[in-house]
């Protein structure tokens, strides 16, 4: 048996496949992501799980490519934990953005594109995977990101910038105080996250004019701090995983139109083409 896990820092997606690389099961965890939760759950958290249990011991191979898992250290931490939940495994570990340059790729170098709860971008030319950009964080960073999307709506709604109708429509829906906000992104980890959920609005008011605008603007922000510093973004084509990319795809298209760029695919979960990508190139198949 063979795993290949999409490790997201909120879940993780599990496919499981026999030896003919037929897909045997497939299941899911919480996320693994070592900046956020403690590695001591990791083994506690596969034994639970009834399907991963019955396979545990037929385990040869794990492919887990995971948030969080950028750094030496951290990969090491979360290998050591895999290895003590599936002892008879070669373990594997990549950082997501590998998993998402497998995932967009359709047998051609390409600029491949995160945008969910944050983002990042990195050139793939089918092998390896350049990263000549880094990951800044909410802060500064994830422009185009869900929760950069959140930030501009806060500041435009507590500025009072945001069209009479969408104000109105906020207040009812959230009926947020500026009390709950400040103590929401300033005194809580998960900060993207809380900020990332307010997509929910814009998505279900995506065709109103403003938004459009906001989200094309935020769009523009991202390709222009992280595919354009790329000499290949000219040629090459653009690919894009997750959630933001796939609910904007058509804010995010008439963006890249606008540079000249070339928007190839765009995945919302990554785990089917990731399976697809390593029967075709990364496993070995005995019929």
């Given at each position: 048996m063979i795993a290949i896990v999409d490790g997201g820092s909120t879940k993780c997606d599990w496919v499981v496949l026999d030896q003919t690389g037929k897909v045997f099961l497939k299941t899911e965890t919480k996320g693994f992501n070592p900046n956020i939760i403690n590695p001591e759950l990791i083994v506690p958290e596969i034994e639970n799980n009834p399907?991963?249990?019955?396979?545990?011991?037929?385990?040869q191979k794990v492919f887990f490519y995971g948030s969080g898992c950028g750094t030496a250290e951290n990969a090491a931490v979360v290998e050591?934990?895999?290895?003590?939940?599936?002892?008879?495994?070669?373990?594997?570990i990549k950082e997501d953005m590998t998993a998402a340059a497998y995932a967009a790729y359709n047998?051609?170098?390409?600029?491949?594109?995160i945008l969910g709860t944050g983002s990042n971008s990195c050139y793939f030319d089918g092998t390896t995977v350049h990263r000549e950009l880094p990951s800044l964080g909410f802060l500064i960073g994830d422009e185009g990101s869900g929760?950069?999307?959140?930030?501009?709506?806060?500041r435009r709604f507590f500025m009072k910038k945001l069209p009479a109708d969408l104000?109105?429509?906020?207040?009812?829906?959230?009926?947020?105080t500026i009390e709950e906000a400040l103590k929401n992104m300033y005194h809580n980890p998960r900060a993207n996250a809380y900020l990332a959920n307010f997509n929910k609005f814009v998505v279900e008011n995506k065709s109103h004019p403003y938004f459009q605008n906001m989200v094309f603007d935020e769009m523009k922000n991202y390709l222009d701090y992280q595919?354009?510093?790329?000499?290949?973004?000219?040629?090459?084509?653009?690919?894009?995983?997750?959630?933001?990319?796939?609910?904007?795809?058509?804010?995010?298209?008439?963006?890249?139109?606008?540079?000249?760029l070339t928007v190839g695919t765009?995945?919302?979960?990554?785990?089917?083409?990731?399976?697809?990508?390593?029967?075709?190139?990364?496993?070995?198949?005995?019929?």
């Open positions: 399907n991963l249990l019955s396979v545990k011991n037929s385990m050591k934990e895999l290895k003590k939940a599936l002892p008879g495994a070669e373990i594997i047998g051609k170098p390409a600029i491949v594109c929760s950069a999307i959140g930030k501009q709506l806060l104000h109105e429509l906020f207040v009812e829906k959230y009926q947020l595919v354009l510093p790329y000499p290949e973004a000219l040629h090459a084509e653009i690919n894009f995983i997750g959630s933001i990319a796939f609910y904007y795809e058509d804010i995010l298209r008439a963006a890249a139109a606008e540079l000249n765009v995945v919302q979960k990554p785990i089917e083409s990731l399976v697809d990508y390593h029967l075709k190139y990364l496993i070995h198949q005995h019929h």
